[in-house]
């Protein structure tokens, strides 16, 4: 396992962009694929976008295709989420997550809060 840090959420208007960051001092982070869920209260944790261990293979849902990119840099141990046309219904806790290749999303940050208002 390892820590991963968040960062970069706030308070945005829609259509709006915001890039949040995922940090982590571990020295095998290059080796772990890096996801990135939200969850709004009283709903389940949703899948948003990854990135594999090389920063070549990317996946999102279907609702954040071509507005959100997912892309990392390993030489400063960062994952990144950049956000364009936030949407209102966006609004919600970013979390990412690592897993080695193979295996589940076994490390999580605390969290970055993204609130989009009209």
């Known amino acids: 396992q390892m820590d991963l840090v968040e960062s970069g959420g706030g308070l945005v208007q829609t259509g709006a962009s915001l890039t949040l960051s995922c940090k982590s001092f571990?020295?095998?982070?290059?080796?772990?694929?890096i996801g990135w869920f939200r969850q709004t209260r009283g709903q389940e944790r949703e899948f948003v976008a990854a990135?594999?261990?090389?920063?070549?293979?990317?996946h999102y849902t279907d609702s954040v295709q071509g507005r959100f990119t997912v892309f990392r840099n390993n030489a400063k141990n960062t994952a990144y989420l950049q956000m364009n046309n936030l949407q209102l219904e966006d609004t919600a806790v970013y979390y990412c997550?690592?897993?080695?290749?193979?295996?589940?999303?076994?490390?999580w940050g605390q969290g970055t809060q993204v609130t989009v208002s009209s």
């Open positions: 571990n020295q095998h982070f290059s080796s772990y694929n």
């Open positions: 990135v594999d261990w090389s920063g070549v293979g990317t």
């Open positions: 997550a690592a897993a080695f290749s193979g295996s589940t999303w076994d490390s």
